[in-house]
């Protein structure tokens, strides 16, 4: 069974982008939260994302610099009951 699993970044972000990475490996439903300041774009995280994307995860930002889907810290803390497990970055 799929699970769905939420990976929240917050301080450190090329590590829980990784992290994220391997998760779907385990053919779970990952969706990642960037909360609180801007990602920190290098090659490590560019490549992280690119392959979150071929994966089929969903990149949710609350910093509309990012330049992903936007929602307000609320509105991510509404959506979180609904994973089977997040994870705090």
């Known amino acids: 069974m799929r699970k769905k699993v939420a990976v929240v970044v917050r301080d450190r972000q090329q590590e829980a982008l990784r992290m994220a990475v391997g998760l779907t490996l385990a053919d779970n439903r990952v969706t990642v939260f960037i909360t609180g300041r ?12 690119e392959t979150l ?3 089929g995860a969903r990149v949710i930002s609350g910093n509309p610099d990012d330049g992903f889907e936007q929602m307000s810290a609320r509105e991510i803390a509404l959506l979180l009951p609904d994973f089977d497990t997040v994870i705090p970055y």
């Open 53 to 55: 994307e071929a994966m």
């Open 38 to 49: 801007k990602l920190g774009r290098n090659a490590d995280v560019d490549l992280a994302l």
